[in-house]
């Protein structure tokens, strides 16, 4: 038997259903489901779609068809005309059809279509006769050669006009003519007369331009039609598509033929798009607007503002228009009960276009609605409670760019489309904000003082800018990576932030910004995109933040019940811990200790830890250190007990000393006064401290081996913390953990420090025990590569993969900017490894630490603390390699416990790893 190359639907029936997607297209699929299928047979005008294997069967075989489509499609074509009862190319009373694309995804505008198919001098008086009026056919008549000159004659036979010389602008342009001549403006005021001539005048403009006739003939219309849509798969636009969506280039598209029904026959005639529920915010309320007398093209192009379906979707823009519910009410209901069914049958939110023909109705497309983020949460969380899906289907709803959308400002898209942008960086902080520039962290801080807005414009920031930083709305750095400094911090505090801008440059003296070719002094007006890393001049509106929270809840909640990644938090303060824990972190996998320096009122303790940095001896670290340690300690005791009962992770201080000495000349006098040494003595010791690679310098853990007080200060403060909690009946679980490990030597010199002082605050507190872990980051190679020796001293690990990847990669981490762009830009890299895992290289280093750690440590606690830990893509990797948690900013925490159980879903776990 002859291979099907052509499904019918209408009347009840279909060939096809919405499983044939692949084959049939999103369109045709639907179509077919909503003929066909018993729980709808729905008003749908009867057709027919042509297969996506003729189309790359198409391709294969110069452009040539199967030869049984002809056939096909003939038959086809006869069950169409019977049950619309009309037939092709009849002159009483002709059947049109349209011929459009439908792919298995949706590309939206980059294919084509052609209406009004089978209309001819010949049909034309049959079609008046039908409904009435002259011109309306002449209307349509004038529609389909302008059409057909365009997408058949023109761009499906490979013509390239020039720039404005197309043929549809020169049709276009006799249009415009005919209304002057006229004395009209609108096309709808052309008499019957003017159609007939401008119809006319097209033909002779067609034949003189392409140097061929407008066929007027069903026949040849029909399969010039088809042969259009599918070359237009192989379009400029549509390629280009693909290319950006990764929509595979071999699979083709389908071409549905169907009968033509009209929603611009009269007062009595309407075409309309809806959405089932609310796309704007999900609530369960039917949604859409409406034209009467309008072809469906009408609705989309905004000549004249559609009114509401109904009274849910008035806006301040259409109340004074009259709904469609009272317009016509039994068209509404019928509507209505079109849209529950539809609901029930697909179990999402869909998406129709329907039209009415002189007062009956017929549905014209449904597919699965677009929605933004608050949309698609509510709607996840509500259909699970409606039994309209499962759990897990709902997960799978909602994307994790969707939900950042519900925990950030975002710049309102229709401004931002219409924006001027001036430039693009990282985008290292998500969310948008709008402020007025400033250079300095202490201007940000007077202005802020002041009631301003203000954005911190910078070379890079350092720890001297988080005072500025916190004053601010938002940071953009001309340096850095999105694992620098600011990027760090900014995330941290849940701020929008853009770093590697190599186009900004800063002039100091004359408080001015010059990127590319504009130029911005102090004070005047940006807007960030820091989800997307692009700027703007002015201010831009922005829509807020949802406050509404109950459904991101459920959702989560939901979430939660099918993950087994655990996911923690990246926090140094007891207020960044409530947070976190209000976001649902099951912990903290990252204490920075430098950082906790960095929150509101901490120039005290940061002015302290300065201190220790520049002792110049033991004697003199050990004093500053007992400065430190009651600040220190507080902070830990706070932290752990706002985890309540949750772990958290203690770093052992890990300062690139560079970062954290100071720089201007009033801290160093103030620091120089503490110590009682001169300035110049001061200096000297700062200048002895400085490194060629502070990242690869005296840091983490090397400062514990070379200064052990450090180490046993900070594990004091943590075991005197957990005594302390632990007599007040608090649940506290620390874990103390070593930075910057390369050999298990230094974890061993490590321990011998910690058991020491262990052993003191037993003996001080009179306790036998006090309950800790611990263990270690892996983020230099050596460590990953040596683990199964590491785990021997090791009860866990944490993969530290900002620093994995750039002592992997060899890029500093704060000096990409410069380079980066480029290479992503010019696909030497697929994208930023500070961003997601490089799974190919530094992934494999991921992989053989866990397995080899595993191999001395069965029961090794292994997680990730890098930023990666919040990036979805990398997520998944770690579920993958069975990591046990992942930890992340605090504002990234929904977004992981998204991920994770995508993640979980997505690589059906071979032993559930993580108990909560
Ligand atoms: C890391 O290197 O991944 C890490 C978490 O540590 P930091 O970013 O503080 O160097
Ligand atoms: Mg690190």
Redesign the pocket.
Known sequence: MAKKHVYFFGGGKADGTAKLRNLLGGKGANLAEMAGHKNLRLPVPAGFTITTDVCVSFYENKKKYPVELKGQVNAAMKKVESVMGKKFGNVKDPLLVSVRSGARSSMPGMMETILNVGLTEKTIPGLAAKFGSERFAYDAYRRLITMYADVVMEKSAGIEPEEGKGIRVQLDKLLEKAKENAGVENDSDLEVDDLKELCALYKVRIKDVLKNAFPDDPEKQLWGGITAVFSSWNGKRAIAYRNIENIPHEWGTAVNVQGMVFGNTGANSSTGVAFTRNPGNGENKFYGEYLVNAQGEDVVAGIRTPAPINSYSQSDNNKHLLTLQKENSKVYKELESIRARLEKHYNDMQDIEFTVEEGKLYMLQCRSGKRNGPAAVRMAADMVKEKLITKVEAIGRVTPAQLDELLHPIIDPLEEKKANCLGKGLPAGPGGASGQIVFTSDEAVKWFNKGKQVILVREETNPEDVEGMRASEAILTARGGM?SHAA?VARGWGKCCIVGCPDIDINFLTKTVTIGKTTLKEGDWITLNGTKGTFYTNRLPMIEASTENKYLNEFLKICDSARTLNVRTNAETPEDAHKARAFGAEGIG?F?TEHMFYGKNCEEPLFKLRKMIVSKDEAERREALKELYPHVKSDIKGTLKAMDGFPVTFRMI?PPLHEFVPQKKEALKDLANSLGISLEDLQKRTSSLHESNPMMGHRGVRLGITFPEITEMQVRAILEATVELTKLKKKVFPEIMI?VLCSVNELKAQKEIVKKVYEEVCKKYKVKKIAYMLGT?I?IPRAALTADKIAEEAEFFSF?????TQMGFGFSRDDIGGFLPHYIEHDVLPEDPFQSIDIDGIGQLIEIGVKRGRSTRAKLKIGI???HGGDPASIDFCQKVGMDYVSCSPYRVPIARLAAAQAALANKPTKKIAKR
């Open positions: 694992t760090l990252l920075r890990d930075p980051m983020e530290g993969t900002n620093d994995l603390c890098g930023e």
